[in-house]
């Protein structure tokens, strides 16, 4: 992959999640030495499978799984430090270092508290419109970033008395409209403080100017991953609003989200699956509430890493990846879960909708026109081989061959990467 790769790699999913991206920003490491996390929080679930252990991180980014990593947690980020410590107390646990040696928290990210997973719980539950949120607090607490005055950031941490006295506020605050909105319980402000001002002490060590280490490290030549969480079609801005999450999570907030410069990134990777899935509510065009879904479900293991919720599955959308590709300025392409495909007779691609009787050749990521529009579809052979033990290009069905060439030429980027298995070694590199 070295000789794949000249200079800095943005890893992003290129539909609404769970491309696999985990893997593929591991695989990239192997050669990197800092990986930055920019935007989204604990609602992130990225699984890795090194050897027998399987490892599913939300918080920490991939490369604490390579010895000699820096990994960042940027400004971006929205950090629950509950979800960080326990992920942190498991993996160290199980033999994987995790010190201020190789993991660094940006002082501006802004923080989770346990009135922004109330709010979002209680509104999944009480409000029309749910979102079908991962009830991480992602939106209550992306929404005070916003609002300024009841957000508290990382730093926020460091000073213990000043800290108290606006928990105090904000939770007797927060109570009140709680109460009102959703007759929900109150917190007990002094208990927050007193379990924060504990992480607080407990992360000092760890809390850095990640911003500055960043440009440090670019200038000092190392090589950077930065590893998007979600996916560009769940972007806040540009993903299919409201069914989105709350931060930039396509490649474009990773300038905001790790404070870095364009020209610090020369390579954007995209990820996406050999079909289509989604968890949560929001329009879906190819989705296959029927025995294909099913089939691609089971095969694919596709329940949430986070909420263990059945994915919604179907078949490969280009009007969806090609517009990613597009806004992003892809360069590379991973192409994951191809062996999920196995077995079927026809597999089909979505080439084009029709809405009211027009056709519509490119995407609109807006909900009026997503919920109206009929799929176009293009037919292929599919093939019967388990991939699963494949390892070369050249020996994949020719079957199997002539889909990527298609999904390629439909996508508008070159698939480099081809992954048929959950392990670093069940990947075909095409040069
Ligand atoms: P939230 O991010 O918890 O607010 O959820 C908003 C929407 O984004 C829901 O439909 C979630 O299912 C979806 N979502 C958030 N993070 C991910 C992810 O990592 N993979 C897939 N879907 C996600």
Same mark, same amino acid.
């Given at each position: ?217 670019? =200038?000092?030549?190392? $090589?950077?991953?930065?590893?998007? *969480?979600? !996916? &560009?079609?769940?972007? %806040? #801005? ?69 909420? =263990?919720?059945?994915? $919604?599955?179907?078949?490969?959308? *280009?009007? !969806? &990846?090609?517009?990613? %590709? #597009? ?105």
């Amino acid at each position: 992959m070295a000789s794949l790769l000249n200079g800095n790699t943005c890893v992003v999913g290129l539909q609404w999640g769970d491309e696999g991206k985990g893997k593929v920003v591991d695989i990239l490491t192997e050669h990197a030495e800092v990986v930055v996390r920019y935007c989204g929080g604990a609602n992130a679930g990225h699984t890795v499978r090194i050897g027998s252990e399987k490892y599913a991180t939300h918080l920490l980014p991939v490369g604490v799984f390579r010895p000699g990593v820096l990994n960042l947690i940027g400004n971006g980020v929205v950090l629950d430090p509950a979800v960080l410590f326990r992920e942190i107390d498991e993996f160290v646990g199980r033999g994987v270092p995790i010190s201020p040696v190789n993991l660094r928290i940006s002082y501006k990210a802004h923080l989770v508290m346990p009135y922004h997973m109330q709010e979002d719980a209680a509104r999944e539950i009480q409000s029309a419109g749910a979102i079908g949120t991962t009830r991480r607090g992602i939106g209550p607490t992306y929404a005070d970033k916003m609002q300024r005055a009841t957000a508290l950031r990382v730093a926020d941490l460091q000073h213990e008395e000043k800290l108290k006295a606006r928990i105090c506020q904000i939770v007797t605050e927060r109570n009140k409209v709680l109460k009102v909105l959703y007759d929900a319980p109150p917190l007990d402000w002094l208990e927050t403080f007193e379990a924060y001002r504990d992480y607080g002490r407990r992360m000092l060590p760890f809390i850095d100017d990640v911003g500055h280490t960043l440009i440090q490290a670019w =200038r000092d030549g190392k $090589r950077i991953v930065f590893e998007g *969480a979600h !996916a &560009v079609l769940l972007d %806040v #801005d540009h993903g299919t609003y409201p069914y989105v999450t709350s931060s930039n999570c396509s490649a474009l907030g990773l300038y905001t989200g790790a404070g870095a410069p364009p020209q610090m990134v020369q390579n954007f990777f995209g990820i996406m699956k050999a079909y289509t899935t989604r968890v949560g509510g929001g329009p879906f065009p190819t989705e296959q509430d029927n025995n294909i879904g099913s089939y691609i479900r089971e095969r694919g293991n596709e329940y949430g890493t986070t909420t =263990r919720r059945p994915r $919604r599955c179907g078949w490969f959308d *280009a009007m !969806a &990846v090609r517009y990613s %590709v #597009d806004l992003c300025g892809i360069t590379h392409i991973a192409l994951t879960l191809l062996d999920v495909l196995s077995g079927l007779e026809q597999i089909r691609i979505c080439t084009g909708y029709n809405v009211r009787g027009q056709r519509l050749d490119y995407f609109r990521a807006d909900m009026d026109t997503l919920a109206d529009v009929e799929p176009i579809y293009e037919t292929l052979p599919g093939w019967k081989q388990d991939l699963s033990q494949v390892r070369r290009w050249a020996d994949l069905p020719s079957e199997a061959k002539t889909y990527v060439r298609r999904l390629e030429t439909l996508a508008g980027a070159p698939i480099k990467m081809v992954s048929v298995g959950a392990e670093r070694n069940a990947t075909l590199i095409r040069d």
